[in-house]
Structure formats: structure tokens, C-alpha cells
């Protein structure tokens, strides 16, 4: 199994601001992927991590909102940008070795609630 | 249309006894792949168990086991012996074969999970 970490594991922060969320996997991985939880629902897909051009992102997010940075391919960073309470979510990040499809790793997520 | 469906919000268990968490999905797809995350109140979503539309077998993982039943479309994760220490949200997952570029044909989509309380 890969070994992701992510930080900050939580974080309170007020409106208006904004949050980088950093991913750093133990080896390299062709895709990374950044998932939001509200609180109470399901995992959804907020943009797919390609290392070495922008991120592909899903129906309802977008990169002003969201931008994401993919430097290697060991590490990317998610930013919640100009932050409302809304944003409140865990914010979840996860990898797939495309040679081993069959297995879907995430990190340990950040809790984060916009104040 | 939701993709993935589970029809319990909770479920109980007592100890020791197995348990049965529905999950049903949607797909044109022929290749396709589904999965059960176990998330605890601690928030991180742990992989239990992975289901290739293609297995003849059905998978197993310890005290796991995925219940395919590929014509009803249904993907049922039984866990045997319920210990305390399950008892967290379970979620079960859809790969599917997506046209899509940029690694996009690797996204999971989720139901919308299931409690499930082990009782002492």
C-alpha cells in the first residue's frame, strides 16, 4: 500500500482566507486525485492531479477556486481559495499506481471548518 | 441517476455476528471496478476490498468478503466476526472505464455510505 501523508490534518480558519492542503506520497504515482466531504455526504471528486500540466477538473469546481499545483510525481497541493463557511469539509487526497488499478489510497484527509 | 447506490443510512450488529452492507451501481461500462472504504470518526477512508467486473471469484480480504452478484449488478461487502472496533461508515465505489484524459478514467464515484454500530 502507499503511504500518503497529508497536512494540515485540520484546520479552523476565518472567511475570506485561504488554505493549501499538501499530499506527499511515498513513492511515485501517476495520478493523484482531490476529493471534498461535506459534512454528512459522500466523497466527491473535486479535480484529477497530472504532473506536469494543469489539473482536470470535475462538473462545479473550478481552478480559481481550487487551484492545484503538481510539481513531481511524489507530491501536490490543493488550495480552498477566499474561504466561506460553505467550504467546511474534509478535504481528502488519494493516488492509484496505474500499474496496480485495483487498489484506490488516500490520505489521512484535513478537517477543515471556515468560521 | 445515482451510480451507486446504498440503501442503508445505518445498520447494527452484535458482536462477533456477521453483517451484510447492500451496494448496488450502474454502469454501461464491461470493465469496470468497485470498491468498499471503511471511514472512521478520525475521517480518513481506509481500502478494504477491490472487485474487478471481470473476476469470476469473488474477493476476499481477511474477515472481508464482496458478494458480486454481476447481473443484479449489486457488490455486497459481508463482514464476518463484527468486531467493536468496525464501526465507522462504510462506503462502497465504482471505477469506471471512462473515456475521459488527464488520469480521469481512474476517479471513484461513491454512494452515499452506510453507519454501521457494532454493539457489545
Do not use: H
Not at chain 1, 43 to 63: H, M
Request: aromatic share 10%; net charge neutral.
Amino acid at each position: 500500500s502507499a503511504v500518503i501523508s497529508q497536512k494540515p490534518s485540520r484546520d479552523i480558519c476565518q472567511r475570506g482566507t485561504s488554505l493549501t492542503i499538501q499530499c506527499q506520497v511515498d513513492s511515485q504515482v501517476t495520478m493523484m486525485f482531490w476529493y471534498r466531504q461535506q459534512p454528512g455526504q459522500s466523497l466527491t471528486l473535486i479535480a484529477t492531479a497530472n504532473q506536469g500540466s494543469e489539473a482536470t477538473y470535475e462538473s462545479g469546481f473550478v481552478i480559481d477556486k481550487f487551484p492545484i499545483s503538481r510539481p513531481n510525481l511524489t507530491f501536490s497541493t490543493l488550495t480552498v481559495s477566499n474561504m466561506s463557511p460553505e467550504d467546511s469539509s474534509i478535504y481528502l487526497c488519494s493516488v492509484v499506481r496505474q500499474q496496480m488499478n485495483t487498489e484506490a489510497f488516500f490520505g489521512q484527509g484535513t478537517r477543515l471548518t471556515v468560521v | 441517476a445515482q451510480k451507486i447506490t446504498q440503501t442503508q443510512p445505518g445498520m447494527f450488529v452484535q458482536e462477533k455476528e456477521a453483517v451484510t452492507l447492500d451496494c448496488t451501481y450502474d454502469t454501461s461500462d464491461q470493465s469496470y471496478g468497485l470498491f468498499w472504504y471503511k471511514q472512521p470518526s478520525s475521517g480518513e477512508m481506509i481500502f478494504l476490498i477491490y472487485q474487478g467486473s471481470y473476476d469470476e471469484q469473488n474477493a476476499t480480504e481477511g474477515r472481508y468478503s464482496l458478494n458480486f452478484q454481476k447481473a443484479r449488478k449489486s457488490a455486497n461487502l459481508v463482514i464476518s466476526a463484527s468486531q467493536l472496533g468496525d464501526s465507522a461508515m462504510y462506503f462502497c465505489a465504482m471505477r469506471e472505464a471512462t473515456r475521459g484524459s488527464g488520469g480521469s478514467n481512474y476517479k471513484l464515484t461513491f454512494g452515499k455510505g452506510t453507519l454501521l454500530t457494532v454493539n457489545p
